[in-house]
């Protein structure tokens, strides 16, 4: 089992920033691929973006250029940069451990974005 733990969420204006982070309940070294999920009120959860543990990349395109992720596997935890935020990022969002076979999620942080 592997606790994910969001934080960071909050209230911010349009154009500014916030970084979430997921602290993970043990070690993600080599193991998982983490991702960022997001979830608006009355929609589908969305894919953000993830990253493996060779480091390699992927993000949605509504968010490329604004949002980075990153990883801190001593610490067991990845962040979420968000930079430039529009109103339409606000969304609960949530951290994702895919393991192939097996996986787990956060229990989500809001993000409000005002205009």
């Known amino acids: 089992q592997m606790q994910l733990v969001e934080s960071g969420g909050g209230l911010v204006q349009a154009g500014g920033s916030l970084r979430l982070s997921c602290a993970a309940s043990r070690s993600i070294f080599s193991d998982y691929v983490m991702g960022w999920y997001r979830q608006a009120p009355g929609k589908q959860r969305e894919f953000i973006a993830a990253?493996?543990?060779?480091?390699?990349?992927n993000y949605a395109d509504s968010v490329k250029g604004r949002f980075t992720i990153s990883r801190d596997n001593a610490k067991n935890t990845v962040y979420l940069q968000m930079n430039s935020l529009k109103t339409e990022d606000t969304a609960v969002y949530f951290c994702?451990?895919?393991?192939?076979?097996?996986?787990?999620w956060g229990q989500g942080t809001q993000v409000t974005v005002s205009s």
């Open positions: 994702h451990a895919d393991g192939g076979l097996i996986d787990y």
């Open positions: 990253m493996s543990s060779g480091g390699g990349t």
